[in-house]
């Protein structure tokens, strides 16, 4: 599997299906979306084989779909030690994921507990 990340806002499976399988069988595609429904600009491809994906990774690195620069890379397994730490308000374990789900918080029970610990 790969990793196709700065796809364009209004992209669909059949277009990446399209563009993607030049360099072999796409087995499956999956755009990754929030929980309210918004493309994240990013999606998973696979592959029938590991040579086809690296084809499609070699080739398609840092070039254009539309006006929009994508970056492909090999997808890496859930939990792998060398993902880099999330940066998205969107993902579990970023510091802006915290910010919002304390502030979630302090709207539904209407108290601010960092202001009391300070206190």
Do not use: M
């Given at each position: 599997r ?7 806002k209004?992209?669909s499976?059949?277009r990446?299906?399209?563009h993607?399988?030049k360099?072999g069988q796409v087995t ?9 429904g918004?493309?994240r ?5 696979g ?8 084809k ?5 690195h840092?070039?254009f779909?539309d ?16 993902i ?6 969107y993902?579990k374990?970023?510091?802006n994921?915290e910010t919002k789900k304390d502030a ?5 029970t209407?108290t601010d507990?960092?202001k009391?610990k300070?206190e």
């Amino acid at each position: 599997r790969i990793i196709v990340k700065g796809l364009p806002k209004k992209i669909s499976k059949e277009r990446i299906q399209d563009h993607f399988s030049k360099f072999g069988q796409v087995t499956d595609i999956r755009l990754v979306h929030t929980q309210s429904g918004v493309f994240r600009r990013f999606a998973f491809i696979g592959f029938v084989n590991e040579s086809q994906a690296k084809k499609a990774t070699d080739y398609f690195h840092n070039t254009f779909i539309d006006s929009c620069k994508i970056e492909v890379e090999p997808a890496k397994p859930y939990g792998d030690k060398e993902i880099p730490r999330p940066w998205s308000r969107y993902s579990k374990g970023s510091s802006n994921f915290e910010t919002k789900k304390d502030a979630k918080e302090e709207f539904i029970t209407g108290t601010d507990e960092g202001k009391e610990k300070q206190e």
